[in-house]
């Protein structure tokens, strides 16, 4: 398996414009999982899906943020308009069923804001 | 709430030296997980070791090291015999069953392993 594979890997943005992040999890994996990651706040988890269906999304720091899981394999983290606090690196995560399991990360996707 | 400290922000050694990093962790919860993770330069986060509340045993791989003591709620990592391939990001996290399957993470110790 290819693991979970993000796009992009860097994106470069002007303020007000709009992010659309992606995400492949593992195949056969049931949980997904949007981290970010800065110097100030460290990695924190912004939203997860089991089954596709949003579980938590008590991290996503604002309504300028949305994530969608449209099925098993996709999902996406959009930035509506963007600002350069977004300025972090965006990981994904997936996980099989069950929660005593590790969670397989991406590469991550740096995202600048200028 | 659960929290996850690594009270040591970085740790600089030479090769060869031995490096322990702490982790202290805080739960209301009897059963959950505690996990490290590698972030080494390149920036993806590797997968370390997983730990259930109920296990105990210390856990050896290789020159990596791992001692869990639920007395002192400590999750504790030693690297033997360090190389400068160990140097990178290291994270520790903890799972609450209760809470789901999301992971809350420590702020990270940086080692630094020098040749």
């Known amino acids: 398996d290819a693991g979970v594979i993000q796009s992009p890997r860097h994106e470069v943005t002007e303020m007000g414009q709009e992010v659309t992040l992606r995400c492949k999890p593992i195949s056969g994996h049931n949980s997904l999982f949007w981290y970010r990651q800065t110097m100030m706040r460290g990695l924190e988890l912004l939203i997860y899906f089991n089954n596709n269906v949003p579980i938590d999304d008590s991290g996503m720091p604002e309504d300028r943020f949305s994530a969608k899981m449209p099925n098993a394999s996709f999902s996406t983290l959009k930035i509506q308009p963007s600002e350069p606090r977004d300025s972090a690196v965006y990981f994904c995560?997936?996980?099989?069923?069950?929660?005593?399991?590790?969670?397989?990360f991406g590469q991550g996707t740096r995202l600048t804001v200028v | 709430a659960q929290k996850v400290t690594q009270a040591q922000t970085e740790i600089s050694v030479v090769e060869k030296e031995d490096v322990t990093l702490d982790c202290v962790y805080e739960?209301?919860?009897?059963?959950?997980?505690l996990f490290w993770y590698k972030q080494p330069p390149s920036g993806e986060l590797v997968f370390l070791i997983r730990?259930?509340?109920?296990?105990?045993q210390n856990e050896i791989s290789g020159r990596y090291s791992w001692n869990f003591q639920k007395s002192t709620s400590s999750f504790n990592f030693t690297i033997t015999a360090s190389q400068v391939v160990d140097s990178a990001v290291y994270f520790c996290a903890l799972l609450i069953k209760a809470a789901g399957n999301k992971l809350t993470f420590g702020g990270g110790t940086r080692v630094l392993v020098k040749p």
């Open positions: 730990r259930n509340s109920f296990d105990e």
């Open positions: 739960t209301r919860d009897t059963t959950y997980y």
């Open positions: 995560a997936s996980s099989p069923v069950g929660s005593n399991t590790e969670a397989f």
